[in-house]
C-alpha cells in the first residue's frame, strides 16, 4: 500500500512530482508520482552510485531504450529514464493494483482457472520481453502487479543494466528462491532463465510456496541447482509444462514463444466460456498470437472493401472525361463554332457521346458494387470483421 512520504524524503525528480512511497529494494525506492500533465506514473529512483561509473550508465541507457520498445500487453512500459544527475531515476506506467506475492499472502493459492489466465498472460508478458532482445533476471511473484486489466510484469530491463555495477556487490542479481541454476552457478543468463523463473513464480501462484522451498539461502539454492522441485499442489494439466521449464540444463527447457503456444493449445482443448471472465484475455491473446504466426500462404484474401468499386468507377470517369477530351481534340472541335448556345464549339453529336459515357461508368460503378456484396456475404465473419 502507498506510504506517505517522510520529511527526509525528496519531492521531485526531473519533470516528476512525487506523491507517495509504494516500496523499497535493493535497487531503490519505488514513488508514485505524476507528470506535468497530471498522469499518474511509478518512478524508481535507483542508488546515487549508479551514476558513478561512465560506462554504467551508457549499458543502463541501452538497456533502457531496448525496454521502451516492449509490446504493451501485459507488461507496464518504460516512459523515461534519467541517470544523468545525482539522483538516477527510471518512469514506467502505473499500475493501480497489489503484486501477486501480496495477494497470495492474503488470499491463499489461486484456484486452477485463476493459474491459467495468470500463466496465459505472464507468458505472453516474457514473450514480448524476450523479443526486444531482453532477459528479465528477477521474474518473480512481487515483480508482477494484478492491474484492473489482468497482470502487469514489471521491472524488466533493470536487472542487466545493474549488472557489474556497484549496486550488486556479490556480482549476482536475482531473488534466492527464484534464480535459475545458471544464475546460481554464474553461467551465462539467456532467455530460459526467466523460464525458470517463471515456473517456479507459477508453483508459487497455486501452491503458495515456491518450487524450492523458503528457508535459508544456502539450502534453496542447493535444491536448485541439485534437487527436483516439489509440485505438489500443482494441477495436473500444468504439471507437465512447468516441469519441463524447471529442468536444470536451458537447453531442455520450452522458450517463451513455445510456452505461450503451449499455454494456448490447452487452452484451446477445453470447452469455451468455462474460464468465466478470463476469456476475454484468453482471446485476445489467441487473435494477436495467431494473427502474427499465420504464414502469408494461408492467408486468404480479403473481400473486397466498398471503397474499391467506388475507386474504380471514378478512375473510369476520369479515364471517360479524358479519352473525350482527346477525341475532341483529334477531330478538330474548338476550331469552328456550331451555334449561339454557352457551348457554341461544341457539336451537336457530342452529348450522346458524353452522356453514354458516363452512363456506362455508372454501369460498371454499380455492378462492382454488386459484386463486392455478393463476395463480402460470401467471405467469413471474421474476415468481414478485420475488413
Known amino acids: 500500500m502507498p506510504q506517505e512520504l517522510r520529511p527526509g524524503d525528496i519531492r521531485q525528480v526531473g519533470p516528476y512530482s512525487l506523491l507517495s512511497l509504494l516500496g523499497e529494494g535493493g535497487q531503490g525506492a519505488v514513488y508514485l508520482g505524476q507528470d506535468e500533465s497530471g498522469a499518474r506514473v511509478a518512478i524508481k529512483i535507483l542508488h546515487a552510485r549508479m551514476a558513478t561509473d561512465e560506462e554504467s550508465r551508457r549499458r543502463f541507457l541501452r538497456e533502457v531504450e531496448a525496454a521502451r520498445k516492449v509490446g504493451p500487453f501485459s507488461t507496464a512500459r518504460v516512459l523515461d529514464a534519467d541517470i544523468t544527475g545525482h539522483q538516477p531515476y527510471i518512469v514506467s506506467e502505473y499500475v493501480d493494483g497489489e503484486s501477486l506475492q501480496e495477494l497470495i499472502r492474503r488470499d491463499g493459492p489461486r484456484d486452477a482457472g485463476g493459474l491459467r489466465r495468470l500463466a496465459l498472460a505472464t507468458a505472453a508478458a516474457l514473450q514480448a520481453i524476450h523479443q526486444a532482445g531482453i532477459v528479465h533476471r528477477d521474474f518473480k511473484p512481487s515483480n508482477i502487479l494484478l492491474g484492473s486489466d489482468g497482470p502487469r510484469v514489471v521491472d524488466f530491463g533493470i536487472a542487466r543494466a545493474l549488472e557489474g555495477t556497484s549496486v550488486s556487490s556479490s556480482g549476482v542479481l536475482g531473488t534466492p528462491m527464484y534464480m535459475s541454476p545458471e544464475q546460481v552457478s554464474g553461467a551465462v543468463v539467456g532467455p530460459a532463465s526467466d523460464v525458470f523463473s517463471w515456473g517456479i513464480t507459477m508453483v508459487y501462484a497455486a501452491t503458495g510456496r515456491p518450487a524450492f522451498g523458503q528457508d535459508s539461502i544456502p539450502a534453496v539454492l542447493n535444491r536448485i541447482l541439485s534437487h527436483d522441485p516439489d509440485l505438489d499442489g500443482l494441477p495436473d494439466d500444468m504439471r507437465g509444462l512447468i516441469t519441463e521449464c524447471l529442468a536444470k540444463d536451458p537447453r531442455d527447457r520450452p522458450s517463451a514463444d513455445e510456452l505461450l503456444q503451449r499455454i494456448l493449445r490447452q487452452s484451446d482443448a477445453r470447452q469455451a466460456g468455462q474460464e468465466g471472465t478470463g476469456d476475454d484475455v ?94 463480402r456475404r460470401k467471405a467469413p465473419k471474421e474476415e468481414q470483421v478485420s475488413s
Open 282 to 375: 484468453r482471446r485476445q491473446i489467441t487473435v494477436a498470437v495467431r494473427r502474427r504466426d499465420t504464414p502469408a500462404d494461408d492467408v486468404r484474401p480479403a473481400a473486397p472493401t466498398h471503397r474499391r468499386p467506388f475507386l474504380l468507377a471514378f478512375f473510369l470517369q476520369l479515364a471517360a472525361g479524358a479519352g473525350t477530351y482527346l477525341l475532341a481534340y483529334r477531330v478538330g472541335y474548338g476550331q469552328d463554332t456550331y451555334g449561339d448556345n454557352f457551348l457554341p464549339w461544341v457539336r451537336p453529336d457530342f452529348w450522346p457521346y458524353m452522356f453514354g459515357c458516363l452512363g456506362l461508368t455508372t454501369v460498371v460503378a454499380i455492378v462492382l458494387r454488386v459484386a463486392a456484396w455478393r463476395a
